[in-house]
């Protein structure tokens, strides 16, 4: 298959610098459809600097048609280059965006655009469309001339056409709003006002600046019958040369006045001074031309002066024959979507506005989003402070009004219909008071409800389909969680009746507030909502149109702040966060037996390990034995110590394995457990400014996905150099982390001799089962001196004595017996020695024993303090001893 090779080339953005990884070449990137995807295309990168990690993604709409094959995450060689190759999206479709370059030392952008394919390629859909209804009038004529007669169906037979239920996004003319006091006082303002005057509405895509804008038009209409109004869109015509032209020829046009001989004998002449000033502007005249002819280089220079004063003189002559023809005295120009167009047409236009029609008749309408409208001039004027420049053209800023609650409620009723009306709590709540993105959320969910009752989903509720919609386009992450366990929203509403007055919960805020009115209104929330999400699966999310989604700040905004150094206060958060957490891992007060740690076959202390620890630590040891615990003071000591790389604690087991790489997974673990944003997540892992402490990659349950993880773990270090510890039971000979040189080992064998003879006074076992208690300091930590004494006396097995006493110790022992045995059952299914809380089916083994909501992490939190479980992690537990599981997994002994 050949492959056609583009060669890009980003231009540098802020926070770019010397030796930063750049694309190859300088040419645009321009992929056609009549090619893409079956001859795929490759990009390469070169790194002129040392070796450093970097990201290549598609940004802008054009995210959704074209994206990197693998994640877009590269490795970068000192000195060298490396290819990525584009593929399609979910949307292949013609659009534009840009292709950007993440790394440690900056971001690089450039252009992508995915051109249509050749022209009858495009038409062949309509050409076979039209012969096709050709046909059909053909069949009809046919039947028309056929004798048959049918009988008219009856009413009951006689079915009705589906009424139309979408809400068109064109632009109102009737206000719908309650905007029309703006409407009138920017009428009058544009009629009464001394000229020249420039008016801009400012506001946000979709806000509905079109509408007031045709509203005013209308209230001049009906109210000022002196003034002459025109309506232009430049960016119909922003590939012309000069703006100026444009504007003139939809002015004649729409004024009525074309066929007017000396209006058009004026625009002609205008039109060939407008063109000899282009030519003029646009021609090269060397320094040699220069010197071989300067009477020659005068005159054409003198000639173009004389023909900016013929055009202004030209202009106001059109405008003023415009005015008489029409009867009126003054001219009102509404200019719309001037945001999308390119710098180059937005500078040229402001600069027409200011230069030709600063006049005394004519007054302007300017309809834009304010921080499009700056970037667009920004590229135009490097270096110039374009809101000065903006503030100089536009006389009358006016920004538009945000929609009041009243306003919103009321345009909110007039686009629900009837069946879906009971969702209009709901959508106050997550909707955002923009009229466009309304309209559209409304038509999916309309959409969507006529297929769910076509599919005759049941049971079914149309508050519940608003309520996925609205986390699905409010709420990414917390979406794509519940895609994962459709329980999620019955565990909110089971949380929600069991806190405690006050208490703030631990949920996102979207999917808090919709089960809160779920509880309120007392509608039922479904216990699994996977019907909904694989309803909603297959249709998109309400796509914004092109000029909307630049208005979104790209990532790459909040990660050249990151690149720049400005992490200090993020990273700050972070310690504290790993500071608390990892404390929940430590006995109250900071009391932790003392482990016995071996290194090479002799004893070391903790803070001998901490000071050979140069690179990489595996940390081994049997279940049990302290490892998590010696992980957790590791990550304390390096936080008291502070002045670099921040220690992060993170559990092997929450991985999502399904994200490309170290770089992502640790991203994610940051945003999951210690809810980093994203951006400086992603920008601490870059910019190696963490020190990682992994937990557990024994608990991982796939054994492929163990060594996925130990060669990521060895990857990532011999890339970047950063300081690792693994913890894990019992790895191979040929373990990534065993055999490389990097990675010191240490085994946790239990507490030290004199720890356990201090702990096992009144114990008077055997050797063999002393020594298997001292390889459990969760367990010995719990022990009391009746406990031994009544073990010894009567041969009762400890463990088991230990469990029953434990659980005699528990207000509601019965039921939580019941569960711990349920649980134990479920991990020995699983060939697992951990659990977590937040999962599905622990959370319906507590529900099924009458514990949902608040009342499982409290239940679990009594069971930590009678010592039969340990925490782990925020969510994850295990039984103190091996011994222990296997005692309540056979059904326990009962209470005692």
Known sequence: MPIARLFVVVVLAVGTGFGAPQFLDNSALSISLETFPRVPVQVTVVNPGPAVTARIQVA?????????????????????????????GPRLRETS?????????????????????????????????????????????????????????????????????????????????????????????????????????????????????????QVIDDQYGDCAHVWFDPWRHQYDDNPVLPLLHTLVAELGLAKKEQVARTLRTISEVLGSLVLSSTARVNLADVRSSLKEYDEQHFRIRSDRARLDEYLTDLIAQALAETGKKRLVVFI??????????????????????????????????????????????????????????????????????????????????????PTR?????????????????????????????????????????????????????????????????????????????????????????????????????????????DLVRSTPIPEHSEEESKAVPPVGQPLVAAARGELAEGLAVLAERVERQVGQLLPAGGAVLAQDLDMDGRAITLDDLVARWDRGLLVVGAS??????????????????????????VSLRSLDLSRPGFEMWMTHALVQQYRTPITEALAMVNRQRLIYVLDGLDEVADPADRDKIAQEVVRWHEVTGAKITVTDRHPGPGHPLVVHQDFVKVRVKGVTEQEMSRLLGAWKGSAADAEELAGAPALLANLTDSWLREASADGRDLVELYADRAMAMLDDGPALQEILRDVARHLISRDGTSFD??????????RHHGKHGRQVP???????????????????????????????????????
């Open 60 to 88: 802008g709409p054009a995210a959704s048609a074209v994206s990197v094959q693998g994640g877009g995450s590269v490795q970068l060689p000192a000195g060298g280059n490396v290819t990525v190759t584009l593929v399609p």
């Open 97 to 217: 965006g840009q292709l950007v370059l993440y790394a440690e030392t900056g971001v690089t952008r450039r252009e992508l655009r995915v051109v249509p394919r050749h022209l009858l390629l495009r038409l062949w859909p309509h050409l076979a469309g039209g012969l096709l209804l050709v046909g059909l009038l053909a069949w009809l004529m046919w039947r028309r001339r056929r004798p048959l007669v049918e009988p008219a169906p009856s009413p009951k037979e006689e079915e009705q056409a589906p009424a139309g239920f979408t809400h068109s996004d064109e632009p109102a003319v009737t206000d719908s709003l309650g905007r029309a006091e703006y409407a009138q006082a920017l009428a009058l303002l544009a009629h009464s006002a001394s000229p020249p005057m420039v008016i801009g509405v400012y506001g946000d895509w979709g806000i509905g600046k079109t509408s007031l804008l045709k509203q005013v038009r």
């Open 336 to 421: 719309d979507d001037l945001d999308r167009c390119a710098g180059d047409q937005v500078a040229g236009l402001l600069e027409a506005l200011k230069l030709h029609f600063n006049r005394d008749n004519c007054v302007f309408f300017l309809a834009v989003a304010k921080e499009p409208l700056l970037v667009a001039l920004g590229e135009k004027y490097k270096g110039l402070q374009v809101d000065h420049y903006l503030d100089k053209i536009i006389q009358f800023p006016f920004e538009m009004p945000r929609l009041s609650a009243a306003a919103f409620d009321d345009y909110l009723r007039s686009l629900l219909p009837e069946e879906i009306m």
């Open 425 to 533: 709590d709901l959508l106050r709540i997550g909707l955002p008071r923009n009229p466009r993105s309304i309209k559209r959320f409304l038509n999916v969910l309309i959409l969507q409800d006529r297929i769910a009752k076509a599919r005759k989903l049941s049971p079914y509720d149309v508050s519940t389909l608003a309520a996925i919609l609205l986390i699905r386009e409010g709420d990414g992450e917390f979406y794509a969680r519940l895609a994962q366990d459709a329980s999620l929203l019955q565990r909110i509403k089971e949380d929600l009746d069991t806190a405690e007055e006050g208490r703030q919960l631990d949920w996102s805020q979207l999917p808090l507030q919709l089960i809160s009115r779920f509880r309120d209104s007392h509608r039922a929330v479904p216990a699994d909502v996977s019907a909904y999400i």
């Open 624 to 649: 049990g034995a302290g490892k998590t615990v010696l992980a957790a003071r590791i990550t304390l000591r390096l936080l008291e110590e502070g002045g670099g790389p921040v220690p992060v604690f």
């Open 837 to 846: 809380d937040e999962s599905r089916e622990i959370r319906n083994i507590f």
């Open 858 to 896: 409290q239940s679990l939190e009594e069971l930590v303090r009678a010592g039969l479980l340990r925490r782990l992690s925020t969510n994850e537990y295990q039984f103190v001893h091996h011994r222990l599981l296997k005692h309540f997994a056979e059904g326990g002994s009962g209470q005692q």
